[in-house]
């Protein structure tokens, strides 16, 4: 009879010593694991990069393309006033990039360095879009050539959402050997509402080279509505128009 007793005290003793180890063990668990997460500096989880790849927002570079310039030139607008634009293509067709620093290096015909100008953009996915730089004053140098390039890229995001509806119309340049002008219309098929929208319409002669841009933006594009916008250039045509494009992209709020 002592030694059951005995062994039953030690079973009970054990029981409560093994669930104050378990409670304890469960304690030290909450207080020092750390669940994964995508800002945490480290490679964990589902994660095929530090803090990118996986089910995080963002994306490893090793995932993504590099944008290609299609195209750079400097603009005469009227008088000294010039725009820099540069066309781009974003190959990555579920991925963003809300901000990327450029530089435009603009050359007079002897190949001398004019003038930097340096600004930051935003890059749709998978889409072809143009890159502003307005209101250059060049006074003494008259540009022959433009190079542009992408400085910096903040990290590249997944955007699998689909975008709404758009349908574009309009027709030929009127007037376009004395005061240019472009009209049309934006219609937005879809069922959500648009905050902003960036129009970009490029000339080019006939032998596709562009001898043209202007932009304008669309604000508040209802949904299943339409609105009218027009395009003006302060100074005439002087090659054929062969080809106009009018693209669009989102603006992020």
Do not use: H
Request: glycine share 4%; proline share 4%; net charge positive.
């Amino acid at each position: 009879m002592a030694l059951w007793s005995t062994k039953r005290r030690f079973i009970y003793g054990g029981s409560v010593f093994l669930v104050l180890f378990i409670v304890l063990i469960l304690l030290i668990w909450n207080l020092f694991y750390k669940a994964p997460t995508c800002s945490d500096r480290i490679k964990n989880g589902d994660e095929t990069g530090i803090d990118c790849g996986g089910s995080c927002l963002n994306l490893c570079t090793t995932d993504t393309l590099t944008p290609i310039v299609l195209w750079s030139k400097t603009f005469n607008i009227s008088g000294d006033v010039y725009n820099a634009v540069a066309f781009v293509e974003n190959p990555n067709i579920n991925s963003e990039n809300k901000k990327a620093t450029y530089q435009f290096r603009i050359y007079d015909s002897e190949n001398k360095l004019i003038t930097v100008k340096e600004g930051v953009t935003s890059i749709p996915k998978n889409k072809k879009f143009a890159v502003f730089e307005t209101g250059i004053i060049l006074k003494n140098d008259k540009p022959k050539s433009t190079d542009f390039k992408f400085l910096s890229f903040d990290p590249w995001q997944k955007n699998t959402i689909k975008e709404p509806e758009i349908s574009l119309k309009y027709g030929t340049i009127a007037f376009a050997t004395t005061t240019p002008s472009l009209t049309g219309t934006i219609s937005n098929k879809s069922l959500q509402n648009i905050p902003s929208t960036e129009l970009v319409v490029i000339v080019l002669d006939n032998k596709e080279n562009a001898i043209g841009v202007s932009r304008t933006f669309i604000d508040n594009l209802l949904r299943n509505s339409s609105q009218d916008f027009v395009f003006t250039w302060q100074k005439p045509f002087i090659e054929d128009i062969s080809v106009i494009n009018v693209i669009y992209s989102f603006i992020n709020p």
